[in-house]
């Protein structure tokens, strides 16, 4: 981990106003939607209101979009790898400060909708479940920043952007194509079992590749599902790092080519 | 700024590894083999020498430069630099480079940029803020401008920083792409000064640049590349006999010498004038003997010669030459 990369990736941020705004927007719009439920049901008052911990991905999302593209698009990541840094180093550098940031901004959110409600109802202040939704997200940040880093060391730029969307378009299709193929099966009177399964494996890997959630009730239960969730989880980021780290190794950098 | 140079040992002469930069037979092709960028391309650099590298545009000189940082992958050969290859981190501490188009993260100020790229180099915060001031003095970038955003810089400042943080991290070795390229008269003046400062501090500097008399006078040797390999490599501080182009001034109104008799005496001394005027001709004598027998026969016939200087550098007269021999 190299302590320079990490600061410039932040700071690099901090410097670009239109993800400052939709940081901002991404983190009042729980918050303004909590307080219109709040006007509009009073029985909302005495709940937990809390954000899903979806709403982890998204902050991800915006920390690591072009993350490692844009400098392969301007150029600086050159003059960054003629240091004496790896590009293992640098993959992972890249990886904590978005991981990191993102957990940052996902648990300081619930944080917040959890001070607003225990205003509210100051009952509500000793409920340890927005503990669990942070722990949650920040899992979920780790999990999604990796496969995003993977996606921006593909391209160069925000096309990564443009990846993810292909990626979820290919999901789609996947999962429209097993669920027509298991509705034939049954009107055919064919044993649909297979496809169905087929179907869902796939549904699972994509789902886990974009978004992965490991509840953690289900995680403290000691179910074989935790198990295989920890062992996917894990995979993903280590097949992601991996990947990005290889496909960077294989990439020139020189505008000489031009 | 001897604080600054790189204290590390140099191989001893009976050491396994040499010390240096070698280039063996290197090829480089582009677009799967379709563009040959570098061909069968060898080059030695020694330690504490200044090479330039002079050719014409698509030469490969930057591909060159390039493959020696580790951002190309050659296809055949073998570069080594202190007996490592370029890509080894070990490499990357001995090596300052300075890219043609150099890209800055312009949101940073000139003082940031060049923390940022001490700290990657591993140096010791310590002697951070101290260091980085230093190098910005030493190519003279104005203190007002380094607490600027980098986006608000000329092309010349510009160029400066990134000199400066060529130097960052106590380099052995120093590839510059263009290190003058949008530089003002007195940038281009502090760069040649610098170049030349460096060299007498021991580092090796392998220049990359169009502006032949910063080359020459700043350069040991220089190796002329053409179509991928080195056409050839003249060593700076030989003495050549070769043909030069001069151009003589003298004061027409204060005598009653004129184009007649500098025709006279040019035909004595078996030159070729290309063009003459009422004070002024410009000739090609032979060698340098043969100008210095001239410029003795004016002077002995009272020619009132206020100026005599060649039009061309040595350099550029190789570089020509080498043009036309490869045409």
Redesign the interface.
């Known amino acids: 981990m ?4 990490c600061i ?1 990736t932040w ?2 941020f901090k ?2 106003k239109v993800r400052i705004i939709m940081l901002t927007l991404l983190f009042l719009a729980p918050l303004v939607v909590f307080t219109m439920r709040r006007c509009t049901s009073p029985e909302a008052l005495n709940e937990d209101l809390l954000s899903h911990p979806c709403m982890a991905s998204l902050f991800t999302l915006l920390w690591a979009a072009g993350v490692i593209g844009r400098e392969v698009q ?3 990541i ?9 590009i293992a180093t640098y993959v992972y550098s890249k990886w904590f400060a978005v991981a990191f940031a993102a957990s940052l901004c996902a648990v300081e959110a619930v944080f917040c909708e959890h001070i607003i409600s225990a205003v509210n109802s100051p009952a509500l202040l000793w409920q340890t479940e927005f503990l669990t939704n942070s722990v949650e997200r920040v899992l979920l940040c780790f999990g999604t920043a990796a496969f995003l880093i993977l996606l921006s060391s593909l391209v160069s730029g925000l096309k990564d952007l443009a990846l993810l969307a292909g990626f979820g378009f290919i999901f789609m299709t996947l999962a429209t194509v097993g669920s027509m193929v298991h509705h034939l099966c049954a009107a055919a009177n064919f044993d649909a079992e297979l496809a169905r399964g087929l179907a869902k494996s796939v549904e699972h890997i994509f789902v886990g590749i974009i978004y992965p959630y490991i509840p953690l009730s289900v995680f403290f239960s000691g179910d074989l599902f935790a198990v295989g969730s920890l062992i996917s989880y894990s995979t993903l980021i280590t097949c992601s790092l991996a990947l990005a780290i290889k496909v960077l190794t294989r990439k ?6 031009d | 700024m001897p604080e600054l140079l790189d204290e590390r040992p140099i191989n001893a002469p009976d050491s396994p590894v040499r010390a240096g930069i070698f280039v063996q037979n290197i090829t480089k092709t582009y677009k799967g083999g379709k563009v040959k960028a570098l061909s069968a391309l060898s080059l030695e650099i020694h330690p504490g020498e200044a090479l330039g590298l002079v050719g014409p545009n698509g030469a490969g000189k930057t591909t060159l430069l390039s493959c020696l940082m580790g951002f190309l992958r050659i296809d055949s050969g073998s570069i080594l630099i202190d007996g490592e290859v370029p890509d080894a981190l070990t490499t990357r501490q001995l090596v300052g480079y300075l890219p043609e188009r150099l890209t800055f993260d312009r949101w940073m100020t000139g003082r940031d940029y060049m923390q940022y790229h001490h700290e990657l180099a591993g140096m010791p915060e310590s002697t951070r803020k101290s260091d980085c001031e230093i190098l910005l003095e030493r190519v003279e970038l104005p203190p007002s401008t380094w607490s600027m955003a980098v986006k608000k810089y000329s092309r010349g400042m510009l160029q400066r920083l990134g000199f400066a943080q060529a130097l960052v991290g106590k380099p052995r070795y120093l590839l510059l792409d263009e290190p003058a390229s949008g530089m003002d008269p007195s940038g281009v003046l502090i760069v040649r000064q610098l170049l030349k400062t460096l060299k007498q501090d021991g580092l090796t500097i392998l220049l990359n640049s169009h502006q032949l008399d910063q080359i020459e006078k700043v350069c040991d040797r220089v190796a002329f590349l053409k179509e991928g390999s080195v056409n050839r490599i003249e060593d700076m501080h030989v003495k050549i006999e070769q043909e030069e182009n001069l151009i003589i001034r003298w004061l027409a109104h204060t005598t009653e010498l004129g184009v007649e008799d500098f025709g006279r005496i040019a035909q004595k001394e078996c030159l070729n004038i290309a063009e003459i005027n009422n004070d002024f001709a410009r000739v090609s004598t032979a060698s340098s003997a043969a100008t210095v027998k001239l410029i003795k026969a004016l002077v002995a016939a009272d020619f009132p010669i206020n100026e005599v200087r060649s039009e061309d550098t040595r350099l550029e007269r190789l570089f020509i030459n080498s043009s036309k021999e490869g045409s």
Do not use: C, D, M, Q
């Open positions: 190299n302590r320079a990369v410039t700071r690099e410097a670009n301007n150029g600086t050159a003059l960054v790898l003629a240091r004496p840094i790896s020139e950098f020189s505008y000489a080519a």
